[in-house]
T-cell receptor, first 111, second 116 residues
Framework: SQQGEEDPQALSIQEGENATMNCSYK?????LQWYRQNSGRGLVHLIL?????REKHSGRLRVTLDTSKKSSSLLITASRAADTASYFC???????????FGQGTTLQVKP | GAVVSQHPSRVICKSGTSVKIECRSL??????MFWYRQFPKQSLMLMAT?????????EQGVEKDKFLINHASLTLSTLTVTSAHPEDSSFYIC????????????FGSGTRLTVV
């Protein structure tokens, strides 16, 4: 079963704007990861945030984690047309070793 | 960095035939590999956990006789879709548990299966 929900399901913005995607999960986690997937392609790992971290940055990416609310957000600043893709959060579902994915957000950045 | 090679990238087969998908860890040993299925415009659904030298653990609702998983070595797991039907058409992705990785998992590039 899927671990989390993501919203929005789809997001369309203009180049240069910021894009925010949210993810909620259900069980306790060790870490939460964000992945990107271009249409019909494999997954690209973007960033990992551990359960004892609240915020993490990587280039134009900013991830927050609120374990009390079981939620995370991914912010992409100064978006580019090349950021157009689907974005998924994934959690390690406790100590099972499994990586469970959220529903994903499809981002379209218009040039 | 760690690389997982998945083959084939695309395959078209006739209904009733079987298709084998390979997932290889190229520069590390993977005691555990995972197989996912992704329908168009949907998320990745975990199908099964493949453990080297033992039987795979299937998620609820996944037919183990339909999706045969073999993990005979520390670098190779295979998924065989048996007696394929058009509804089996999907994107299949494997990942390997890699403790040396900063994020613990390395993904293959996926296999697009089309059953006609």
């Amino acid at each position: 079963s899927q671990q989390g929900e993501e919203d929005p399901q789809a997001l369309s913005i203009q180049e240069g704007e910021n894009a925010t995607m949210n993810c909620s999960y259900k069980t306790s986690i060790n870490n939460l990861q964000w992945y990107r997937q271009n249409s019909g392609r494999g997954l690209v790992h973007l960033i990992l945030i551990r359960s004892n971290e609240r915020e993490k940055h990587s280039g134009r990416l900013r991830v927050t984690l609120d374990t009390s609310k079981k939620s995370s957000s991914l912010l992409i600043t100064a978006s580019r047309a090349a950021d157009t893709a689907s974005y998924f959060c994934a959690t390690d579902a406790g100590n099972t070793g499994k990586l469970i994915f959220g529903q994903g957000t499809t981002l379209q950045v218009k040039p | 960095g760690a690389v997982v090679s998945q083959h084939p990238s695309r395959v078209i087969c006739k209904s009733g035939t079987s298709v084998k998908i390979e997932c290889r860890s190229l520069d590390f040993q993977a005691t555990t590999m995972f197989w996912y299925r992704q329908f168009p415009k949907q998320s990745l659904m975990l199908m099964a956990t493949s453990n080297e030298g033992s039987k795979a653990t299937y998620e609820q609702g996944v037919e183990k006789d339909k999706f045969l998983i073999n993990h005979a070595s520390l670098t190779l797991s295979t998924l065989t879709v048996t007696s394929a039907h058009p509804e089996d058409s999907s994107f299949y992705i494997c990942s390997a548990s890699d403790r040396a990785s900063n994020y613990g998992y390395t993904f293959g590039s996926g296999t697009r299966l089309t059953v006609v």
